[in-house]
């Protein structure tokens, strides 16, 4: 009898303590949101979208871009990134399963808009061809979805030869003449540094090419863009640069730039 009471009550305890719920992991997730281009920190309206269909809608810092919320373990989260003058961002994450509350960091990357601001730089183009690449076509279709969700915003696409035809700046020194004739005993011969262009090419041969490639990058924006009022394709005739000094910046030297030429703010 003692035998039956005791299995009767480990199964009542087994019983009530399977039906109990398991216990909520908290996973408190932290970061921030940067400009992909510049790196800097970039405030937006982050909206986090949980498997129970919550919705969470939290602000990054205006200063630093930080932003911190708090996860349940396991949750995939949607995560949507919007502002007047970012373009609009969705990616889907997933919390690791932790077994104890745990603190992570991520950081979110936007494409912040700003007027003269370049959001994107590529090699559309081969060198010295005027057939656009398909690096442009995936580009493009970035650009589609921007100009869709962000209707306050006008882009420049900026076409060059820059990688086929280039200057060299070289820097020199030059010695200076004491034109006063008179030349003092033990005095040392002074130099100035003096920046030298050395071109080899015909300006001709640079505005064909760059006046082919518009046209190309026309025809395909005509069978592949949309909201064509919004983008306007232009020429650069300003050649490359091979320079003896460091610290040149790359995207400049690119045949193909995307600038935005007009943004409003939305919100006023």
Do not use: C
Not at 63 to 71: D, K, L, P, T
């Amino acid at each position: 009898m003692i035998n039956k009471l005791i299995i009767a009550i480990f199964l009542y305890f087994l019983f009530v303590f399977e039906a109990q719920p398991a216990q909520t992991v908290q996973v408190f997730m932290k970061g921030k949101v940067i400009d992909e281009i510049t790196g800097n920190p970039v405030s937006v309206n982050i909206e986090f979208r949980t498997p129970n269909g919550k919705k969470i809608k939290i602000q990054s810092n205006s200063i630093n871009g930080a932003y911190e919320q708090i996860f349940n373990a396991g949750d995939s989260v949607e995560v949507v990134l919007t502002n007047w003058d970012i373009a609009r961002k969705t990616e889907t994450i997933y919390i690791d399963n932790y077994q104890k509350y745990t603190e992570i960091e991520r950081n979110f990357y936007v494409t912040k808009f700003t007027t003269g601001g370049t959001i994107a730089a590529m090699n559309a183009f081969n060198q010295n061809d005027a057939e656009v690449l398909p690096v442009f076509g995936t580009k493009l279709e970035e650009i589609n979805k921007m100009l869709l969700f962000n209707r306050n915003v006008k882009f420049e696409i900026l076409i060059s030869a820059k990688d086929t035809y280039k200057v060299e700046h070289k820097t020199v020194k030059e010695k200076v003449v004491d034109k006063t004739k008179k030349k003092k005993k033990d005095t040392k011969e002074q130099f100035i540094e003096k920046v030298i262009e050395i071109k080899n090419f015909n300006d001709d041969d640079l505005k064909n090419l760059v006046n082919k490639r518009v046209s190309n990058i026309k025809s395909f924006l005509q069978k592949h863009g949309k909201f064509l009022d919004r983008v306007v394709v232009k020429e650069d005739f300003s050649p490359g640069l091979i320079s003896d000094k460091s610290g040149t910046n790359a995207q400049t030297e690119m045949n193909l730039r995307v600038i935005v030429s007009e943004i409003k703010n939305a919100m006023n």
